[in-house]
């Protein structure tokens, strides 16, 4: 089973969602803090588990988001390309 936050993108307005993607480092497990202050591991299926968000995309093309206790950052690429074949979406 995979849990957690997720990114998706839409090009057509919201009509569809092609690309999901768990917000994950793709590893094989590290131990991370929520928002509560109770850690968890991130790894291919599990991803934080909630928080308060924001997100923007930087000139250089970067995608941040920011939940209360961490700072992602990807791009477009990673974000459309499949997950490692350990991961079950």
């Given at each position: 089973?995979?849990?957690g936050l997720f990114?998706?993108?839409s090009f057509?307005?919201?009509e569809t969602w092609p690309h999901i993607r768990l917000v994950s480092d793709d590893g094989s497990g590290r131990e991370i803090e929520t928002m509560?202050?109770?850690p968890?591991?991130?790894d291919l299926n599990t991803a934080e588990p909630g928080g308060y968000l924001?997100?923007?995309q930087s000139e250089d093309?970067?995608?941040h988001l920011i939940s209360s206790q961490q700072h992602y950052a990807f791009n477009l690429e990673w974000l459309t390309t499949l997950p490692?074949?350990?991961a079950k979406i």
């Open positions: 089973m995979v849990t990114a998706a993108v057509d307005e919201g509560d202050k109770r968890f591991t991130m924001t997100a923007c093309g970067i995608i490692p074949a350990k």
